[in-house]
C-alpha cells in the first residue's frame, strides 16, 4: 500500500490547512495553539500538515482575532523645544519599561499627541494597535486622565500625587524627596537655601517645593520667595543656568540650592562657575532623580535618587496586571539621599 502524499496546494492561511485537513478552521487555530479541546492525533496530523508546508501562524491576524495586541503604548505630547537632548530620566524609565514589558511578552508603541487631542485613546484601542496605556504626570493634564477614565481605556500613569486614584499609578515620594534634600543641605551648616523648580503647575515641583518648605520650618528658618524660582523641564540646562543667575542677582550670599531636576542643578553648576562661587566651599548643591549624568558633572552631583529602571518595570508589570486581572495598584517608590561632592 503506497503512503498517502501530502497536499501540494500552497498554505498561506489558516483556511488552507483547514481544507488539506478537512477540519474547520477553528479546529486548525485550536490545533496550533495547543488547545485542550483538540484530540492528540488530530492535533498531530494538523501540525504534521502545517510542517510540511513551513507554515507559520500570522501573529498579527492572530492578535486581531483575540482582540489583543500585546503592545503597549507611552504617549508622549508634542511639548519639547528641543527634542535633540531627551529627558535623561525619561531615557532611563524606558529601559525598565521595556524589559517589564519584555519578561511578560508585551512591546512598547512610543507615540506623540498634540496637547489637545482628546481623541488618541479611542483611535489606538479601536485600531487594536494597543492594549492600553502609559502615561507621564508632566505630558498630561486632568482632561486627558478624565477622558481615559470616562473611555474606559486601560492605562497607568507616573508622578502623579501619592494617594489613592480609581486608575493605577506608579509615583515617586516628591515630598519626602524635597524634604531630604533640603535637610542634608541644612545639616552642612547652609542657612541661605534656594529653590529651582520645575513648572510651577507641574504636580511633583510642586511636592518637592512643599518638601523644602517643611524642612526649613522644621528647622526655625523662614520660606523666602525671593530665593524660589522655578525653571523647565522642555530645556533644562538652560533654564538652570538662567534661573541661577536669576537667585545671585537678588541673593549673592546664598549658600545653598535644591534643583527639582539633575539637569535643572547642572545648568545652576555652569551659572556658579560663571560667577566664580566654588562648589561646595561656597555653594552646595543637591539636585533631583540621580540619572546617570549626575555622578560625572563637575562636581559630581548630590542628588536624590529615585529608580528610573525600577519605576519602567513597576509601571509596565502593573499595567499588564490591570489587564489581566481589572485590579487597580497606586505604588510609590521611596526617595533616598545619594552624597556626592557637590555639597
Not at 46 to 71: C, G, T, W, Y
Not at 174 to 202: M, V
Request: contains cysteine; charged residues 25%; negative net charge.
Amino acid at each position: 500500500m503506497q503512503p498517502v502524499a501530502m497536499a501540494t496546494e500552497p498554505v498561506h492561511t489558516i483556511a488552507d490547512i483547514a481544507r488539506i485537513a478537512g477540519v474547520s478552521k477553528a479546529t486548525v487555530s485550536r490545533a496550533l495553539n495547543d488547545s485542550p479541546l483538540i484530540g492528540t492525533d488530530t492535533k498531530e496530523r494538523i501540525r504534521a500538515i502545517a510542517r510540511e508546508h513551513d507554515f507559520r501562524m500570522n501573529a498579527p491576524a492572530r492578535r486581531l482575532s483575540l482582540k489583543q495586541s500585546h503592545v503597549v503604548g507611552l504617549m508622549t505630547y508634542e511639548y519639547r523645544k528641543d527634542p535633540s537632548r531627551p529627558d535623561a530620566f525619561l531615557l532611563e524609565m524606558m529601559s525598565g519599561i521595556t524589559s517589564g514589558l519584555l519578561e511578560n511578552g508585551y512591546d512598547l508603541l512610543v507615540f506623540q499627541a498634540a496637547a489637545e487631542d482628546l481623541e488618541w485613546p479611542r483611535r489606538y484601542l479601536e485600531t487594536g494597535r494597543v492594549d492600553g496605556f502609559i502615561l507621564l504626570a508632566w505630558n498630561c493634564t486632568q482632561a486627558h486622565l478624565d477622558t481615559l477614565v470616562a473611555q474606559k481605556a486601560p492605562f497607568i500613569a507616573w508622578g502623579l500625587p501619592h494617594g489613592a486614584h480609581p486608575f493605577s499609578t506608579v509615583s515617586g515620594d516628591s515630598f519626602a524627596g524635597g524634604k531630604l534634600a533640603t535637610e542634608h543641605l541644612l545639616r552642612t551648616a547652609r542657612t541661605k537655601i534656594a529653590f529651582i523648580g520645575g513648572p510651577e503647575k507641574a504636580v511633583e515641583a510642586q511636592d518637592r517645593l512643599r518638601g523644602y518648605e517643611a524642612a526649613l520650618r522644621e528647622a526655625g528658618l523662614e520660606v523666602d520667595p525671593e530665593l524660589v524660582v522655578h525653571g523647565s523641564w522642555q530645556t533644562p540646562e538652560p533654564s538652570g543656568t538662567e534661573r541661577m543667575r536669576e537667585l545671585l542677582e537678588r541673593a549673592p550670599d546664598l549658600d545653598g540650592v535644591f534643583a527639582a531636576s539633575d539637569r535643572l542643578a547642572i545648568g545652576a553648576l555652569e551659572a556658579l562657575r560663571e560667577r566664580g562661587r566654588r562648589v561646595p566651599d561656597d555653594v552646595g548643591v543637591v539636585g533631583y532623580d540621580d540619572v546617570a549624568l549626575a555622578q560625572h558633572s563637575d562636581p559630581p552631583l548630590t542628588t536624590i535618587r529615585q529608580d528610573g529602571p525600577l519605576a519602567g518595570k513597576l509601571l509596565a508589570r502593573h499595567l499588564i496586571e490591570h489587564l489581566q486581572t481589572g485590579v487597580v495598584t497606586n505604588l510609590s517608590i521611596p526617595a533616598e539621599l545619594v552624597v556626592r561632592e557637590s555639597t
